[in-house]
């Protein structure tokens, strides 16, 4: 976390939309969204930066996908303990053989309310929910 205590999010999302609700979601959580970014390379980067409490990955982004983002983070020792909360609109994707699950420390599936990503969030980050 910061020095303020306010966890820091990393969000990946290709879709400008989507990304701009993920944003306002996160902020209304209560966490400072360190880099909201469109490809799989540069969330990695910006995980890599240190210091991210938090990385929301869609798992369909050009570059490297959103589960091979979670592997290098995984794999990453400056990283490997960053939660990671993966999103997408395929079910099946995010439930076949466990290949999520086994990568992310949970997800939800598009389209989602922004009130719902606020809340995941917060349970996440240990955060109290707020009223």
């Known amino acids: 976390m910061s020095s ?23 902020r209304r959580a209560g966490v400072e969204v360190v880099a909201a970014v469109d490809n799989g390379p540069a969330a990695l980067d910006a995980v890599r930066a240190g210091g991210i409490d938090l990385v929301v990955l869609d798992i369909s982004m050009p570059g490297m996908n959103g589960v091979e983002v979670a592997e290098a983070v995984r794999a990453d020792p400056v990283a490997s303990a960053t939660l990671i909360l ?6 099946q994707l995010l439930t076949d053989h466990g290949v999520v699950a086994e990568r992310s420390d949970s997800f939800i599936i598009k389209p989602f309310s922004p009130k719902v990503l606020t809340a995941r969030i917060r349970e ?4 109290e929910a707020t009223v």
């Open 4 to 26: 303020a205590g306010v966890p820091r999010v990393v969000i990946a999302d290709d879709d400008d939309d989507i990304r701009g609700l993920m944003q306002i979601a996160a």
């Open 86 to 91: 993966m999103v997408s609109a395929s079910v």
């Open 124 to 127: 996440m980050l240990g955060m």
